[in-house]
């Protein structure tokens, strides 16, 4: 079995209600995103030699994550301040997105793993909030 991986770029804006530290205030990040997808070389025909495409990974994630998250405000949609302040910016007509977690990395590597998993058999998400800081989530193979 083989791994490649494609690497994306999205800026987004969050915060963690209720944290101890200075990201309980609204903030944003330019995130790193590097989807790693595993394989067997495909046979014959034009993309043979290869796991999958790389343009069609980019299709995929652009359509699934990149679009959703890409300016967007999101929020966890468990905590009460975190919706007030998402509707405020919705009657504002500004993008927000929910998400089932509060929006750390880790959390957020998880949801963005389940919204890829049915296109793409995904085996790591690295999710880089920082140019220093990064988690990776390693979701069973879809």
């Not at 993309?47 to 929020?75: C, N, S």
């Not at 590597?109 to 998400?125: K, N, R």
Request: glycine content about 8%; some cysteine; hydrophobic content about 40%.
């Amino acid at each position: 079995m083989m791994r490649i991986a494609k690497e994306f770029t999205f800026d987004m804006a969050h915060m963690l209600d209720g944290h101890d530290g200075k990201c309980h205030n609204l903030h944003g990040h330019t995130y790193t995103l590097q989807v790693e997808v595993a394989g067997d070389l495909i046979a014959n025909g034009p993309k043979a030699g290869m796991v999958l495409d790389y343009g069609d990974i980019k299709r995929i994630v652009k359509e699934h994550v990149t679009a959703k998250l890409d300016h967007a405000f999101a929020y966890f949609e468990g905590n009460e301040n975190e919706c007030r302040i998402a509707k405020l910016l919705q009657e504002m007509d500004r993008k927000t997105v929910a998400l089932p977690c509060r929006t750390t990395a880790e959390g957020m590597a998880v949801v963005i793993h389940d919204w890829l998993a049915p296109y793409l058999s995904v085996c790591a998400i690295r999710l880089g909030e920082t140019p220093t800081s990064f988690c990776e989530y390693r979701g069973e193979l879809s």
